[in-house]
């Protein structure tokens, strides 16, 4: 069975830090990258990094680059993202989800159809 538990989400003020976790279960890790994106009621959803294992490679949104970090722990087969310097703008519902390798270009442009597996969320919520 196929698993992306989501975690880390939470309330901070603007400025402040969180760490989430995608923990992947069920599929070959190596095989995937995994993205996260976020989504608030009214908008679409929205790619905010992604990640692939097998040999390092990222991609961020312009939104949060220099504020975010992703990382891969491939003993853990957990995904993360450090985010820091955080904005009431980054107010939103974290998911996480998975592609696969050969589509990992796609991905890498901020695009959601290529992922095959998705995750619940996590809120997380920047106060000003």
């Known amino acids: 069975e196929v698993q992306l538990v989501a975690s880390g989400g939470g309330l901070v003020q603007a400025g402040g830090s969180l760490r989430l976790s995608c923990a992947a279960s069920?599929?070959?890790?190596?095989?995937?990258?995994i993205g996260w994106f976020r989504q608030v009621p009214g908008k679409e959803r929205e790619g905010v990094s992604c990640?692939?294992?097998?040999?390092?490679?990222?991609w961020y949104a312009d939104s949060v680059k220099g504020r975010f970090t992703i990382s891969s722990d491939n003993a853990k087969n957990t995904v993360y993202l450090q985010m820091n310097s955080l904005k009431p703008e980054d107010t939103a519902v974290y998911y996480c989800?998975?592609?696969?390798?050969?589509?990992?270009?796609?991905?890498?442009?901020?695009?959601?159809?290529?992922?095959?597996?998705w995750g619940q969320g996590t809120q997380v919520t920047v106060s000003s």
């Open positions: 989800a998975a592609v696969l390798n050969e589509y990992f270009v796609l991905a890498a442009m901020g695009l959601d159809d290529p992922y095959h597996y």
């Open positions: 069920g599929f070959s890790f190596d095989d995937y990258g």
């Open positions: 990640i692939k294992s097998s040999d390092g490679s990222t």
